[in-house]
């Protein structure tokens, strides 16, 4: 009785309800915001170029991609995923980034052990990410699958090797799921090997596993990571020239720049100081033996993220590398007085997928996407429970918070979908003409370029394929007019 009447308590203090209900609340309002932005995307950039690798045999297709991994980079597995499913329609995709990000939510949550206060820090740190990020990674077809597939695939490994030997006859879906999350992408598979050693090395390599399980495991891990990490097209990509043409040296520093300046500190990522100074303050509210002190921590924590939202950017500045200080100390700091193994896990894999990213000439706004989704798991570790009806206002506030930001994403992605429809209709009816009235041909940019990736009149590698997509001859000239005279 007394057992039964001390969860009760829990339960009015604003803990889980059950182990899963709240998790599953937060995954259902992912997956109807998620679709609310999906159902009006189409296809971009990269879109066209892997449509046009040849689905004529499976032995054209798969040596196609094969060509990709020598030259290119290693990430086979999620670019034969990405060319299958641009042969299905659009809507399947649709659904399943979706599901995927309803996922996420979930296990992020499941791995936070998170409840309501706990999902609220989950639920924000996943789907706060804003269109400056999700246009390169989340909203359009092959970038998803280089960035939420595989960040779905590593969370799902977590999971289940948290998990353990409580999965009984399903155990053997660990090693399984890190196979296949490290063989994805590069920022994958260091977050693997980064989570396979925090959660197996501290128990004399097997952790909660089986010693057989455990060596299976942490050989799949490696050869997954090895296939992606040691593939020959990714040293191929090592020796072309960075941002500046500079040497190795250059790129990485250059890179690094980027990453502090237009990655962290960008319009769509520096919300996330608000979050990361919420969270940290609760913590040590609750953690301080003086009110003055955790106090004083929040003054200092607000200001801090008042620096980070409202700072031109564009430079290091003082102002950004003391923001950057405090936070990261504040946060370190968590990790060590909670001695929370999970969250000290999130908080590296957060960085290593950035690091991992530094000498590749190739970077951008999508390669945040994996450190937000991590960061989201050590929010939900650091943030302790609530009262629950502190608890529901801050779950109310993560939700409507996420749904501003994705319903004004739908609304510019349905405004890029209808110039979209316009041009397919003036393709159509041009692809019929004669000869001689096909020498020209008049299309119409989209209203933001914001609310799609990587337009053929912006790129000319991808102008070569749209044009190879619709069949559009190199001596058409192709006039790109305003929005405007489509209405």
């Not at 593939?231 to 890179?255: C, E, K, Q, T, Y």
């Not at 937000?372 to 993560?398: N, T």
């Amino acid at each position: 009785m007394e057992r039964k009447n001390s969860k009760l308590r829990a339960y009015g203090a604003g803990a889980r309800l059950t182990p899963l209900a709240m998790p599953l609340v937060f995954s259902l309002a992912a997956v109807v915001l998620t679709l609310c932005v999906s159902r009006s995307v189409t296809l971009y950039g990269d879109d066209y170029y892997y449509l046009s690798i040849p689905f004529t045999s499976a032995r054209d297709f798969f040596a196609a991609h094969a060509r990709n991994y020598l030259n290119d980079n290693g990430r086979f597995v999620v670019h034969v995923l990405a060319s299958l499913f641009l042969r299905a329609d659009i809507c399947v995709w649709r659904v399943f980034l979706a599901f995927e990000l309803g996922v996420i939510v979930f296990l992020v949550c499941r791995v936070a052990d998170a409840g309501i206060a706990k999902g609220a820090a989950a639920v924000a740190g996943a789907l706060l990410f804003g269109v400056d990020v999700g246009r390169e990674s989340v909203f359009w077809l092959t970038g998803s699958f280089n960035y939420v597939y595989p960040a779905m695939l590593s969370l799902l490994y977590w999971h289940l090797l948290r998990r353990g030997k409580a999965l009984g006859g399903a155990r053997f879906l660990i090693p399984v799921a890190g196979l296949f999350s490290a063989a994805s992408v590069e920022q994958a598979a260091v977050i693997t090997v980064v989570l396979t050693l925090a959660e197996l090395l501290p128990r004399g390599g097997r952790g909660a596993l089986s010693a057989k399980l455990g060596a299976v495991t942490i050989a799949a891990v490696t050869v997954g990571a090895a296939s992606v990490l040691l593939a020959p097209g990714n040293f191929a990509r090592l020796g072309v020239s960075g941002r500046g043409g500079g040497s190795l040296v250059a790129l990485i520093r250059d890179n690094a720049r980027y990453l502090f300046v237009s990655g962290l500190f960008s319009p769509g990522v520096r919300l996330y100081a608000v979050v990361l100074a919420i969270a940290l303050s609760a913590f040590f509210f609750k953690r301080a033996r003086s009110r003055v002190v955790s106090a004083l921590f929040g003054v200092a924590a607000a200001i801090a993220a008042a620096a980070a939202v409202f700072c031109p950017g564009g430079a290091v500045t003082p102002e950004l590398l003391t923001v950057t200080a405090f936070f990261a100390s504040a946060s370190l700091a968590a990790v060590i007085l909670s001695k929370d193994k999970t969250a000290a896990a999130a908080l590296f894999a957060a960085g290593a997928s950035l690091i991992v990213m530094l000498p590749l000439p190739t970077l951008g706004l999508r390669n945040i996407l994996f450190s937000l989704f991590y960061s989201a798991v050590f929010l939900a570790r650091v943030m302790p429970e609530l009262p629950r009806r502190a608890g529901v206002a801050a779950a109310v506030i993560a939700l409507a918070a996420s749904a501003a930001i994705m319903l004004s994403a739908a609304v510019g992605y349905a405004s890029s979908a209808a110039i979209d429809a316009v041009n397919r209709s003036i393709l159509a009816k041009w692809s019929k003409a004669e000869p001689d009235g096909r020498r020209e041909l008049v299309l119409f940019r989209m209203r933001d370029d914001k609310y799609g990736w990587s337009m053929p009149y912006n790129s000319n590698f991808h102008s070569y394929y749209y044009r190879l997509y619709f069949g559009i001859p190199a001596e058409t000239e192709i006039i790109w007019r305003a929005p405007d005279a489509a209405d």
